[in-house]
């Protein structure tokens, strides 16, 4: 029974994860997307875009696993807006005090699980932490472009930051980086995104 209290405790805590907004609007009504919402929509891209990964396979409920906890750590460090080099600074550090604290409300095994599941995420080192990083990256791309460029208008984002950002899509989905590509130079065009 203590695992299961355990288990069910930790479920109460993530549901935090609704209360956390992030730079970036939903289509249509311009509200700001919480993570919770971030994670559902990257976990079916992830099922629907799994056919663009470059080279290997991928196991795609790894992935898919990746997707569902990697903004967890939000519940404690917050959202940390892609283009503020200043909220960088600390970012590490916050979601390491973060992870261990939400990871181990879980039985030890779990925490382990989605400890190494979090860290790979982070590292960007194996097929399947590059196609969930991508993917993390395409969501707000996306976003971004069909609002109008809502967040991109912030100071300072330029098309070169963007372009960096997307990077890991380069390396996992070339055929996405002709798309994201595509996205960036004709929002340059429609003045959503300074060059």
């Keep these: ?18 209360h956390i907004f992030r730079q970036s609007v939903l289509i249509g009504d311009k509200r700001k997307e ?3 919402e971030h994670s559902w929509h990257v976990g079916i891209m992830a099922m629907l875009l799994k056919e663009y990964v470059q080279g290997s396979q991928v196991d795609l409920l790894k992935v898919m696993k990746m997707l569902m906890i990697h903004d967890l750590v939000e519940i404690d460090a917050g959202d940390t807006f892609a283009y503020d080099e200043e909220a960088y600074e600390d970012k590490e550090e916050r979601e390491i005090n973060a992870a261990r604290r939400i990871f181990n409300i879980l039985p030890s095994d779990q925490a382990e699980e989605i400890w190494e599941l979090w860290r790979e995420f982070e590292e960007q080192e194996t097929p399947e932490a590059l196609y969930a990083a991508s993917l993390d990256r395409l969501q707000p791309l996306l976003l971004n472009y069909f609002t109008e460029g809502h967040t991109w208008k912030m100071p300072g984002v330029t098309s070169k930051k963007v372009y960096d950002r997307m990077a890991p899509i380069k390396k996992s989905t070339p055929e996405l980086w002709e798309f994201v590509v595509g996205i960036i130079e004709d929002s340059i065009r429609k003045g959503y995104l300074r060059r």
């Excluded at 209290?5 to 805590?13: L, R």
């Design 1 to 18: 029974m203590d695992r299961l209290k355990k288990q069910i405790d930790f479920i109460v805590e993530i549901d935090k994860l609704k």
């Design 34 to 36: 919480n993570s919770a």
